[in-house]
């Protein structure tokens, strides 16, 4: 008896044993390389929960195959470790590192922690007259005698400058901003100073877009020019656009100018209205009135003055009803 193959059947064969040798392949290489993305324990020693905290935060994740470049490692860790003790005011902190059992054991020694002298904190301009700032300075307090904490620094110094970019200081600096730390007798100073500027207020409003008159536009705007400037007054201008039901669409570019000698920030909003006509069809069914149809007609903009219209007809069985809405807002449209 004589077998045959056809050069299609053994290349057949061949495709197939290719495959099923790199599938086992891949299913190797994940086995073999699959523990050196696992993570590897850390174990804090000697420290209070908020210094262990820091550390375990500020070392983050080890995997297996950092664990295994032990200098590397430890200077990595070493870097780590000083940033995570120094936030807190300890300047004095000594460690060991462990890393002959499988896990990392970090083995603190805090120290004295540095605290506070009385801080320097100071508002220069038309800011110090706002109770917004100082209520900031409040809920960021810095208080002598208290363990220093560099990231309660940080965080009044990011707060002042963000308040005060949203109330319109955008000329806002900082004079003076320093942390200094005495490590020979454990004490610290901030100074933090900042001149605020003249704030700037809301300048022109421009529209571009629409078929809406300019003066019906104008109406919408919910601040008048010269008032102080505020980010989140203009946020609520954008966001009640949207809510007339007017626009599909709305962008404001803002452009800071010095005009008569006030500063202003003029507004450029462009808009693109909704579609004339909107449509839509409901269908349902239920065991009490049958099947039922719905049809909803809506006109969001009419003419120039913001007039609107909306019809509904609803029929089924046993009732059909037919509503119509004609709205023409009057001299606050917003509301």
Same mark, same amino acid.
């Given at each position: ?8 059947? =053994? ?40 210094? #262990? ?60 922690? /540095? ?7 100071? $508002? ?14 409040? $809920? ?6 208290? !363990? =220093? ?15 005060? !970019?949203?109330?319109? *200081? ?5 004079? @003076? ?6 490590? @020979?007798?454990? /004490? ?12 700037? @207020? ?13 003066? *019906? ?7 008048? !020019?010269?008032?102080? &400037? ?11 656009? &949207? ?18 000698? =006030? ?6 909003? #462009? /808009?693109?209205?909704?579609? !004339? ?26 003419? /120039? ?6 019809? #509904? ?21 917003? #509301?």
């Amino acid at each position: 008896m004589k077998l045959k193959h056809s050069d299609h059947d =053994l290349s057949g064969v061949v495709a197939r044993y290719s495959i099923f040798n790199r599938l086992l392949f891949l299913v190797f290489a994940i086995v073999v390389m699959f523990p050196a993305y696992a993570n590897v324990d850390i174990v804090i020693n000697g420290a209070d929960e908020a210094l #262990t905290a820091n550390v375990e935060e500020n070392i983050g994740k080890v995997v297996d195959a950092e664990f295994r470049r032990n200098r590397m490692l430890e200077s990595w860790m070493s870097s780590k470790i000083t940033q995570a003790v120094e936030v807190l005011g300890y300047y004095h902190c000594e460690w060991r590192l462990d890393l002959s059992s499988g896990t990392i054991a970090v083995d603190l020694t805090p120290g004295v922690a /540095t605290v506070l002298l009385e801080p320097d904190i100071q $508002l220069i301009g038309p800011a110090d007259n706002l109770p917004a700032f100082h209520e900031i300075i409040k $809920l960021n307090a810095l208080v002598a005698g208290e !363990q =220093l904490d560099h990231s309660r620094y940080d965080a009044l110094k990011k707060a002042l400058m963000q308040k005060a !970019q949203g109330l319109g *200081f955008f000329d806002a600096v900082y004079r @003076q901003a320093e942390l200094l730390v005495n490590v @020979q007798d454990n /004490t610290a100073k901030i100074s933090l100073i900042m001149e605020s500027g003249d704030r700037y @207020q809301f300048g022109a409003v421009s529209f571009e877009g629409s078929q809406l008159a300019e003066e *019906f536009l104008q109406s919408i705007v919910p601040f008048k !020019q010269h008032d102080p &400037y505020e980010r989140k007054k203009l946020a609520s201008f954008r966001r009640k656009l &949207y809510e007339t039901g007017y626009f599909s669409s709305v962008s404001i570019d803002s452009q800071r100018i010095i005009e008569d000698g =006030l500063k202003q920030v003029n507004l450029s909003v #462009t /808009t693109e209205d909704s579609s !004339q006509h909107q449509f839509e069809v409901g269908f349902g069914f239920d065991t009490d009135n049958g099947p039922r149809v719905r049809f909803n007609w809506d006109m969001p903009v009419i003419g /120039t003055r913001g007039h609107s219209w909306n019809s #509904t007809i609803e029929v089924s069985k046993p009732e059909q009803e037919v509503s119509a809405t004609y709205r023409i807002p009057l001299s606050e449209p917003l #509301t």
